[in-house]
């Protein structure tokens, strides 16, 4: 393991220089001696350096959404055909884009250092109580982000190595290792791993705010970005819910129960059983239903790339028919089962998510009619010589305020969302019904009727009178039991969470298949009139074992007893 066995010398080099380029702006602090002449214990005694292993961890979080894993899925292609190679069948454990385990490992070393090192930093001379809280509160994020960065260790790399019959994680490293420890280190079980990513979101949740939204310096919303309590409860109840998917053991009760009640109790902490705020702008950061979020940038980059070409995009990502096809209507029913779908006008009566989530032809988006049929702005040999390869574009995450017009270029705030309500709440929804059912409120409240929160905020409703409210199909469904309940759940979480880096996971936590046709549709206009067909674009293909992600393969000829996960 290359980040682990790096040598003494070496680690105080790389130490000193995270610690100086990180915090080099507060050089109104700085002893009058030159940074090189002080010794590590200088450096970590003093907060405005020894924050600096934080600030690191912090720096190496991705900044954007898994939008790529999506391509790997049937919910979309990229635009440029054989540009898949990874689900085409050209994945290999030497080429494996997936994880980045060097990262992951590199923030974790300077995490330990800083919960060993730094638990006694001056924040503070004038004020003994703030001085404490904040060394309690850093604490508590080292503690979380650790816990972060385990859990992209176990999502990537669990899985089976060869005649494993029990799921292994990654090896579990709690404190800074050195030259002569030893540093080939078996894989932990996946329980283990999971035991040790919660034990150490216990430790945050103990120590963090539960929220920002206090009104002093350290607990205010220009705090947000860090780590809190809420989203430690959060995180916590993703990773039982992954722990209790067949793709990593049996599927007991007691682990549906255990990830029901981790969900439950969050839930609660973020106010209880409330509604979702409404669809709007994705990079609204006044939404609170995002729980953990990138702190705000100014930026057009995903215009740039998922808007049509007639918008001045460079329409890098083409949603599915398949996915098209898991909207509902508006009363709540899938097309073959709603009076309202009518195969001549596909989209019109399509809950209010899927105008949200993508772009399609007769879309009217900001002033421009999107056209994405033959001959039109946004088909193949319109705008764009590429143009969409399934008849529709990405219009979720990006931001309606966001001009590309030359001469009118605009930008707006840009973030990801790392933890939010709205999964939080399907995950309470999955967990609870295998746990206890649909209709079940042995927690407080049911599955059911959490995911009433999830479908009025799509705009669903098959009442037709005036008022009163009616979701005659999820009723239906929770009539015929978990097994029917849960496709439903599946289908809800596929849409709600699309294009933020789920579907990939998903697919393989719950052992579906794994090979997909992509479909998509060619629209044909004869005066005004469009009919549509429905093609193969894209298929891919995915043997057995790529379930399971390979471990790095470098790391497999330097660490012998990293076993590889079996078929890589």
Known sequence: MQVLMTKNNNMKRLLLFIITSALLVSCEYLDPRPIQDLTTDELLSNAQYGEGL????YRNLSTSYDVNSDLYTDNAVPATPGGNRLALGNWTVQNNPIGAW????????????YLRDCKNLLFSVADPVLNETLQKNRRGEAFYLRAWYQWQLLQTYGGYPEGATEA????????????????????NTYTECVDQITADLDSAIALLPLKYNGTLSWNNLTNRG????????????RVYLFAASPAYGPSTPELWQRAAKAAYDAI???????????????????????IWIQPNTTSNAREYAYYPPSKYGRGEVNPSQNLVDEFPLKDGYPPALSPLYNAATPYANLDGRFTRFLFFNGDVYNGTTIETFTGGKDAPEG???????????????????????????????????????????LNFIEAANEAYGPSDAVLGFSAYTIMTRIRRRAGIDSNTATSGYQ???????????????RTLVHNQRRLELSFEGFRFWDIRRLNLPLDHSVKGVRITNNEGVFSYEYTDVENHTFADYMRYIPVPYNQTLVMRNLKQNAGW
């Open 54 to 57: 934080l600030t690191a961890a």
């Open 102 to 113: 060097d990262t992951w490992y590199a923030s974790i070393r300077y995490l330990n250092t």
């Open 168 to 187: 292994m994680g990654y090896p579990i490293v709690t404190r800074v290792l050195e030259t002569d420890d030893n540093l080939d280190l078996p894989r």
């Open 226 to 237: 860090r780590a809190e309590g809420l989203a430690a409860m959060a995180l916590k109840a």
């Open 268 to 290: 609660v902490a973020t106010g209880g059983n409330l509604s979702l705020v409404a669809y709007g702008n994705f990079n609204t950061g006044s939404n609170f239903d995002y």
């Open 383 to 425: 705008l764009s010589l590429q143009g969409t390869r399934t008849g529709y574009y990405l219009k979720k995450l990006t931001s309606a305020n966001v001009r590309l017009t030359p001469g009118d270029i605009t930008t707006d705030n840009n973030f990801t969302v790392y933890l939010g309500k709205t999964e939080l709440y």
């Open 471 to 485: 979701d005659a199909y999820l009723d239906s469904q929770v009539a015929l039991g978990k097994d029917a309940f």
